[in-house]
C-alpha cells in the first residue's frame, strides 16, 4: 500500500505579516526526515495538546520523521515573537521550547484546553495571537525597519544609518528582536531570496546575483553554512518543495 503523504496549508493571518499553517499526518509508516531552512521568524505551534515555541534558526533543523502527530501554528515574521511572548529572541536561538516553560503554566493549560476544544485549531491559535498582539501594542517601528532593510538586500552598515543606530546598538537591538545579529539576519534573508528565485526557474549563478551574493560560488558556500547541504541536493529532494510555498521572509515550514 503507498504511504499517504503529509498534507500542508498555509495562509496569511489576520495578524500583520504572520502565516497561519497546519500539518495533517496521516496514519501509516513515517515519511521520510525533512530539513526546514533558516528564515528568521518564529512559530508557536499547537500539537497534541502541546504548545511549542520555535524559536529562530541559524542552521537548518531536522524534523523528526517519527513525529506522527498533525499540528497548527502561526509563524510570526522576524522580530515580532518577542514582543508577544515576552522573551527576547536569543534566548529561544535554536531551540524548541515548551510554552509552559516561558509563561504560567495554569495560563498554557487553559490556552491548549481552548485549543483542543476548538472546531479549527489553527483560527483559535490566530485568534489567541491578535488578543496578544491587542495588548502588546503597536510593534517597534526600528525593529521593523531594520527587517524590511534587510529583506530588501539593504547592507547592514546602510541599515544601522538609515535607523540611526551606532553597530554596537544595532547589534544589541537585533540579538533581543531577531535571535542573532543583523549580519546572520540579512545572510539568512538573502539565501532565501536566491532560493525563491532558483524555483522560479532562474539559474544558479543568475540567482545568486539577483539575491546579493557575489557570485554562485558564494552562494553555495552560504548553502552549507546555513542549510547544510548543496543547491544541488537541495533541489533534487523534497525539501525544496517542502520549503516552497511561504512567501517571503520565511520560505519555510516549521514542523517541530
Keep these: 500500500m503507498p504511504r499517504e503523504h503529509q498534507r500542508y496549508q498555509e495562509r496569511p493571518s489576520r495578524l500583520t505579516g504572520a502565516v497561519v499553517w497546519t500539518l495533517d499526518v496521516p496514519p501509516g509508516p513515517p515519511g521520510p526526515a525533512r530539513s526546514v531552512l533558516p528564515d528568521g521568524c518564529m512559530d508557536l505551534i499547537w500539537s497534541a495538546g502541546r504548545l511549542v515555541v520555535a524559536g529562530p534558526d541559524t542552521r537548518a533543523f531536522r524534523v523528526d520523521p517519527g513525529n506522527r502527530a498533525s499540528c497548527a ?6 522580530g515580532t515573537a518577542p514582543v ?4 527576547p529572541a536569543d534566548e529561544l536561538r535554536d531551540h524548541r521550547v515548551e510554552l509552559a516553560d516561558l509563561w504560567s503554566r495554569t495560563a498554557v493549560r487553559g ?8 472546531a479549527d485549531p489553527a483560527t483559535a491559535l490566530e485568534d489567541h495571537a491578535l488578543g496578544l498582539a491587542a495588548a502588546a501594542g503597536p510593534p517597534d517601528p526600528l525593529t521593523a525597519a531594520v527587517a524590511d532593510r534587510l529583506r530588501r538586500g539593504g547592507s547592514v552598515a ?3 544609518a538609515e ?3 551606532g553597530a554596537r546598538q544595532l547589534h544589541r537591538r537585533s540579538l533581543a528582536a531577531f535571535g ?3 549580519k546572520t539576519l540579512a545572510r539568512i534573508l538573502r539565501l532565501q531570496r536566491a532560493l525563491a528565485l532558483i524555483r522560479t526557474g532562474l539559474p544558479y549563478a543568475e540567482a545568486a546575483c539577483a539575491a546579493g551574493c557575489v557570485d554562485q560560488a558564494h552562494l553555495a558556500r552560504e548553502m552549507r553554512a546555513l542549510a547544510g547541504t548543496t543547491l544541488g541536493a537541495y533541489f533534487s529532494t523534497g525539501d525544496a518543495e517542502a520549503n516552497s510555498d511561504t512567501p517571503q521572509p520565511s520560505g519555510s515550514r516549521t514542523t517541530a
Design 111 to 118: 490556552l491548549v484546553d481552548r485549543i483542543d476544544r476548538a
Design 163 to 165: 535607523v540611526g543606530l
Design 158 to 160: 546602510a541599515t544601522a
Design 73 to 78: 501554528a502561526i509563524r510570526f515574521p522576524p
Design 180 to 182: 542573532y545579529g543583523p
Design 84 to 87: 508577544l511572548l515576552g522573551v
